[in-house]
């Protein structure tokens, strides 16, 4: 399970592990949080014998974070796995416009990389093999191939979207309350 991390403006800047979690409720690090407890932890046992017990809620606001806050720039990096591209494309191929398991998506370059193609996310699509094979190094309009969407850089709560893994109900809509109208992820 992850707890989401925002800072004390609300804007997310981690996904914590458990342990990363309950480390911030032990040091008194967590100034606010939203949802009913999803994480118990065991603590230290107290002088009176018993066990000191950590609930965390799904999200908790980390008082002090503004500096690594900070790092996330407005431009989210790609990174090295597609996982996150075919995940803002729903598996959909950006071509033919069929659904497909992540083994059979690439990444494709709208403009191709060795045309000065960037690997940048306005630039980038999931393709099945098929359509990447075929398109080759030529833009859609020379391979006849429309874009049947258009790629965008992801804004930040999209990209914690993307990249969280097993995400809860009060967490996801913590992170859709903020996305721009135009998002896919919206309706
Ligand atoms: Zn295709």
Redesign the pocket.
Known sequence: MQILALNLAGQPFRWLSAEDAVTYHAVSKVAWTVGAPVLLFRGGVKNDGSRSLIASPPIIAVAGSEAMSRLLREAIPMGDRNDLLFRRDHHL?A??G?EFHRGELTRDHVLARSRGGRDVWSNVVS??R??NERKAARTPEEARMPLRYMPYAPCRNEHFILSGRNILADQMEYLKAKLPKHSRWLG
């Open positions: 191929c071509y033919c069929d393709a099945c098929a359509c």
